[in-house]
Structure formats: structure tokens, C-alpha cells
């Protein structure tokens, strides 16, 4: 298996790993990382074919159940018997994915805003029946095509400055076939909404009451998942980045809660 990027940010008390989402990096969590390290020691992790992490040929490592995988693995390498998991949108997917594979291995488990891993089965046959169109069509058009996809940071209105010029920036590492293979082979396996009812580890969804669309998943959410709380922000899809100060609030009253 082919590891993906991640680094420790050095802190106080247990490891907490930080997954981003879609065409993002790193850099999302900028506003955050200072603040956290004062309750937690931060592990930063990037997407295959985003950031600093490399683009696996195997279509396989792409697959939601193979980054709970890598996800493990990095916990051993750390030597912890048990973390923090922490993930937003498409990265919550997948966060939410390793708590339900793994949770005697955490604390508990953090959430975002996630539409992909309340996807409906609706939703989850046309991302799988359309993948490897929507992914060939991306690798024909290349960078210009990555850089039309809504969720590009170029398209960000809303970020603080510092986090918009980093994520753009970061934009450029951005592999075609990485990112075409995350379209192809991780989204149609991203959906847990048929699985929350399986938790049994204290859960918090942060989630910024703008984005209305969300809204009727946070309410199954709150309907189906056992030990989860729920903490809204005055903002709209990126919770950390346009509200960090409540994000980072909420994320330590977590950690201190739950350790």
C-alpha cells in the first residue's frame, strides 16, 4: 500500500488526525493547528492525488475502506493505542467510515458538513453508474477542467485571505489522474447513512447552519447515531476555516469531555 502525505504538529495530550475534503489540502487547516495544539497533538493527512501525497496507480487505494487502512496504519506508526479522528466533507466520510471499522481504537470522532457521507442511495448509484465518465472527462481536460469543479478554491468567496492564497496555492500540486481516480473509485463508497445507527463512541458534528442543504442530514444524523452531539456555527460549508474560533472551542471541550 502506497502511504499517504501526513506530518505531526507537536501538542499537548492524545493525537488527533485531520482529514480534509475535495481539492483541498493541508492548508484548510491553518487557523486551527495553533489553537489545538494547546489540547491535542494534530496529525495532518492528504488525500491521494491532493497536496504533498502521492497518486497510486491501483484504483483499489482509492477506495474508501483502503484510507481506513492507511488510516490504521498511521495510528501504528504513532504507537498510540488510541486518537482522535477528526474529518471534513468528503474527508468526514471517511473519518466517520474508520470510527464505525475501528472504535476501539478512539476516543471519539469529529465531524464537518459532509453531503458525501450522507449520501442516499439515489445519490450513491449516479456517482457509481457515472464515475468513470465524469473521470475520464477530467483526465481529457486536465488542470483547466480540475480548476471549473465548484469546490475549487479558486471559487472560494468566503475563506480568510491567508487560507484562500494557501489552498490556491496548493491547488497546483493537484494531480489529474489523483483526483480522477477520487471521482472514479472513492465516492461511490463514501456514503455511512445506513450505517450510523452502528456507533458506539461519542461523536460531535460541527456544522455551520448556512448551508441549508445539510440541514436534513443533520437531522437524520440526530434521529440515527447514537452518543452524538451537535454544535452549530454561524457559517456556511467550510465550519473551520469561517468560524475557527468556535470550531477549535468546540473541538476542545471535545477532547477534554472524552480523554
Not at 29 to 55: A, D, F, I, K, T
Request: net charge negative; with cysteine.
Amino acid at each position: 500500500m502506497t502511504e499517504p502525505f501526513w506530518e505531526v504538529h507537536e501538542g499537548r495530550g492524545p493525537f488527533l488526525l485531520l482529514v480534509h475534503g475535495f481539492l483541498s489540502s493541508r492548508s484548510q487547516w491553518l487557523s486551527n493547528l495553533g489553537e489545538l495544539q494547546q489540547h491535542c497533538q494534530p496529525v495532518v493527512m492528504e488525500l491521494y492525488g491532493h497536496g504533498r501525497s502521492p497518486s497510486p496507480n491501483e484504483s483499489e487505494q482509492y477506495h474508501a475502506s483502503a484510507y481506513v487502512e492507511a488510516m490504521e496504519a498511521i495510528r501504528c506508526e504513532l504507537g498510540t493505542p488510541q486518537w482522535y479522528v477528526c474529518g471534513y466533507s468528503l474527508g468526514a466520510a471517511l473519518t466517520i467510515r474508520y470510527a464505525l471499522t475501528f472504535p476501539e481504537r478512539i476516543f471519539g470522532h469529529i465531524f464537518t458538513n459532509s453531503a458525501s457521507a450522507f449520501a442516499e442511495p439515489d445519490t450513491v448509484r449516479s456517482w457509481t453508474a457515472n464515475g468513470a465518465s465524469s473521470a475520464n472527462k477530467l483526465r481529457q481536460g486536465g488542470v483547466k477542467a480540475i480548476e471549473r469543479i465548484p469546490v475549487h478554491p479558486r471559487h472560494a468567496r468566503r475563506l480568510p485571505r491567508q487560507i484562500y492564497n494557501a489552498l490556491v496555492a496548493d491547488s497546483k500540486l493537484l494531480d489529474v489522474d489523483g483526483v480522477a481516480n477520487t471521482l472514479e473509485h472513492t465516492m461511490p463508497g463514501l456514503s455511512v447513512r445506513h450505517e450510523l445507527h452502528l456507533n458506539t463512541q461519542p461523536a460531535l458534528l460541527i456544522c455551520g447552519r448556512f448551508e441549508t442543504s445539510f440541514q436534513s442530514h443533520r437531522e437524520f444524523a440526530e434521529k440515527k447515531m447514537p452518543h452524538l452531539t451537535v454544535r452549530e456555527t454561524d457559517t456556511g460549508h467550510a465550519v473551520n476555516m469561517q468560524g475557527a474560533e468556535t470550531f477549535n472551542a468546540a473541538v476542545e471541550t471535545f477532547i477534554q469531555s472524552t480523554s
